[in-house]
């Protein structure tokens, strides 16, 4: 053990040795490098007055060596501002800015200490993270029977855990009493368990409720105080695309944070599908635990740094700068929510649409009610056959999620586009299955 991370695990378990027992391995391994090539060049930016000659970026006239054609394309940013290295744990004013962010948000936030969020390459990146922080091989992930595919690719291929699942719905809305009974039936017997939870939730774009909500913050921490080790991790990624006024406001995080030294909250979200970036690869993750404290927050944000810093080193500055602007913008909070707006519209059509009777030989529409995608549960026809049909005859894409369940993004279709979109899919169906 490097004697840095001994320094940083010894301050975690000073504060809480329950969040040293959930680290895996590696997770107890890692440390920022806090004495290498950047913390030294940390030190000379501050001091070194006469010269700086530490770091790997050129300079020119005092400023980020550039070239013209490249910085044509970005009028307005200093060649400081777009080209140099970001910090590996992130620009510190966009992270202040992200977690002022989270509690305008989550009110339900203000009072309890959680960490300063750190940027990692987009959210897929950020789970990654965690899940080197967090996840062992001999771990279990319970996880909705609805969920996105690349967890699959993050927590048993490259962690080698193993996954289970809970049913996600149930008469029309979240199964509770699903939940509840995985849980217990999962924990039984372990120290520790990792949840997955995401809403609004791909594939399906349901958000649950108030009551749902707090009916999972309740078993979690029951689970907890049961004496089992909980990593619960939430996937905010379509967070805020909210279309229903029972929908759950406040991230699932704000109901689990500090509440019980055995559950360690970890919110990984993104401006990717917030903020309409999907490009620029900004996410970030924060955690919190009963007891929690800014060192002990401290001491796992190197660890979260190393991991970044030993794979990507740092997330882009450019794409760092554009959010981080946007989010200081005085319009930033109107034209989201207009854009917001605009989804809603798509998915009230979506809705409006399929009150239809006439494809109810066809289809059921799984409830949906925020964020980017709806699903529909297909009668008689494989989704597959009827996803290759579609795009072979018909020209339309859509993606097969399970044999019965076809997912539509109704984000990327205008709203007089939804009808006919909805009348092609009949139609191929009725082709298939005549
Ligand atoms: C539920 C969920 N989580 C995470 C991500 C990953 O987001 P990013 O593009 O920022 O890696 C996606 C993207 O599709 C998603 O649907």
Redesign the pocket.
Known sequence: MDPLAQALNDRITAVNPHVYAMLSDLGKRIYFPSKGILSQSGEAKKLAKTYNATIGTAMEGGKAMHLACLMQQLPGLSPDDALLYAPSPGLPALREAWRDKMLRDNPGLQGTTFSLPIVTT????G?SVVADLLIDADDLVLMPDMN?D?YHLNFVVRKGAETCLFPFFKDGGFDVGGFVEALQKYSAGRDKLVVLL?FPN?PSGYTVTESEGEAIAAALLATAERGVNLVVII?D?YYGLFFDDDVMRQSLFAKLAGRHPRLLAVRAD?A?KEVFV?GLRV?FVSVAVGGGTDDMYAALNEKLAGLIRSVVSNASALSQKLVLDALRSPSFIAEHAAKVEVMKARALRVREVLRNPVYAEAWTAYPFNSGYFMCLRINQVNTETLRRHLLEKYGVGTISITPTDLRIAFSCLEVEQIQDLFDIIFKAWKDLAK
């Open positions: 987009g959210l897929s990146h789970l996105w690349n995401n791909n996937d990624a993104a990717t999907w996410g």
